[in-house]
Each structure stands twice: as structure tokens, then as C-alpha cells.
């Protein structure tokens, strides 16, 4: 069983400044794996547990991807290797040029037989990554799975819906996006650490795997920080029908 995690590196959101302006500072902010994509790394290790294989580590993004503190992160979860698409262009790419850039690393890759996706990025939650690249990639495609079971060729999902668990059978090759609960993502021992920096890493260009013409399709005007609002400090207690007229007069007021 070949395995590939996808992940994304996004600033530490604790760190962020929400300048006068609205706008954010990101000058401080620490790089991290995406808090969605620990779980992904953390359920393609359980399932090479179960079935056998290896689980490689793959990211796309500008050359801060390069960071060694970055790299060991990732490799001490337990992936066996680790592959990177580097090119400064990624840096404010949107859900296709990524999906993209994804897809042709697996194909370069190959052999990859189950390719999983945190359930949205940690800066964007766009949510579109995963699917798109499952259907770039021509391969079965599901998303919101909270447990993966590999029974041969095929693996049994569960999906936990509002009121019922959905079980699905997937044929593989297959991407899917996995919700924050499948697993508990693991913290690294002080060995996985140290052995992280022996693995190997293979790294990219965007011409490495055919795609020198990526043109980015999305263009960001601006980030900003909602405004913030003065609170009425309104306190109504109580379910009478007086309470719920009282509050309904309140919220027609503010809405006018």
C-alpha cells in the first residue's frame, strides 16, 4: 500500500497581527504544518499499520517550504520520505493551481495508491484541493471521512453526517480528505526528531514535473480582519413568550 499525504505550511494563526487598518501582519507569525493536515499524516500511518506499505509526505508552495525545522516536522510524524514542489509562484496560489501542482507530483511519483488530504487548509478552508485533485487525477474521490478501513483493493469509509454514520466502499486508487477526528495526530518523540533529518527528501521544480506554464488564475486584492462591533450587552432571560417577543424586537431593530 503506497500512501501519499498531501500537507500545507500556513502561519501560526496565535501569531498574527490585526493591524488599525484591518489588515494582517504576518511578520511574526511561526510556520507550522496545517492544524487539518496533522491528522492526514497521522491516518496514512495507521493505515500502513494495518495493511503494510509506506506513507510519503508531499507539499507544494513557495521556498519557505525549504525550512529544515519544517522538513523534520513532517518526516517525524513517521512518513518514510518526503517530496516537495518548490517555486515562489505557489506562494499566493489558489485551489486549482495547487490541485494541480499536486496532481502531476503523484503522477511523477507513481504507484500511489491511496493519496489523502486534510478536509480544508488551516489559512483558506476552501475545501476544494482534495476533490479537485481527485478528479485531475481520474481517481475515486470522497471527502469528510472519519475512519478509513483497507479490506484489498478497496477501503470502507465512514462519514459522520448530522444524524447517521455513512459507510461507503471505495475502490482504490483513491483521495481522500479527512475530517480533524479521524485521529489523534501523534507528538513526536525526541528520536523521531532526530532520525527525521536521515530521510530522504526529493525536491522539484515546476518544470521537474511539466508544469513551467502554471499560470496563477486567482489574483488577492486584499486580506482583511472583520470590524469590530460594539456590543449591546443585552441580557434577556427566560423562554416565556414575553422573552421571545422581547428578543425578536430587539434583533428587527438592529437589522433595519
Not at 522539484?204 to 499560470?215: E, H, K, M, R, V
Not at 488564475?217 to 417577543?245: C, F, H, Y
Request: aromatic fraction near 2%; include cysteine.
Amino acid at each position: 500500500m503506497n500512501v501519499i499525504t498531501c500537507y500545507k505550511i500556513v502561519p501560526d494563526d496565535q501569531d498574527i497581527i490585526v493591524r488599525d487598518d484591518r489588515t494582517l501582519g504576518l511578520e511574526k507569525a511561526e510556520l507550522e504544518i496545517g492544524q487539518y493536515d496533522l491528522p492526514a499524516i497521522e491516518a496514512g500511518m495507521q493505515v500502513v499499520a494495518d495493511a503494510g506499505g509506506k506513507v510519503s509526505a508531499l507539499s507544494v508552495g513557495p521556498k519557505l517550504l525549504e525550512n529544515s525545522k519544517l522538513k523534520k516536522g513532517v518526516l517525524s510524524r513517521g512518513p518514510a520520505d518526503l517530496y516537495l514542489v518548490v517555486d515562489d509562484s505557489l506562494a499566493e496560489a489558489d485551489t486549482h493551481q495547487t490541485a494541480r501542482t499536486l496532481a502531476a507530483a503523484i503522477q511523477k511519483i507513481g504507484d500511489a495508491d491511496l493519496v489523502l488530504c486534510g478536509e480544508g487548509s488551516s489559512d483558506l478552508y476552501a475545501q476544494q484541493v482534495g476533490p479537485q485533485l481527485g478528479e485531475l487525477l481520474g481517481m475515486a474521490n470522497i471527502n469528510a471521512v472519519s475512519k478509513i478501513t483497507v479490506e484489498g483493493d478497496k477501503v470502507i469509509v465512514e462519514r459522520t453526517l448530522e444524524d447517521e454514520v455513512e459507510v461507503l466502499e471505495v475502490s482504490l486508487p483513491a483521495v481522500i480528505s479527512v475530517t480533524t477526528d479521524i485521529v489523534q495526530p501523534r507528538i513526536p518523540s525526541m528520536k523521531e526528531v532526530l532520525s527525521a533529518g536521515k530521510k530522504p527528501v526529493t525536491q522539484w521544480s515546476l518544470a521537474d514535473i511539466g508544469l513551467a506554464d502554471n499560470p496563477q488564475t486567482m489574483e488577492t486584492i486584499n486580506t482583511l480582519a472583520p470590524e469590530l462591533a460594539e456590543r449591546k450587552q443585552i441580557i434577556i432571560e427566560g423562554d416565556s413568550e414575553e422573552a421571545v417577543n422581547e428578543l425578536w424586537e430587539n434583533l428587527r431593530q438592529e437589522l433595519q
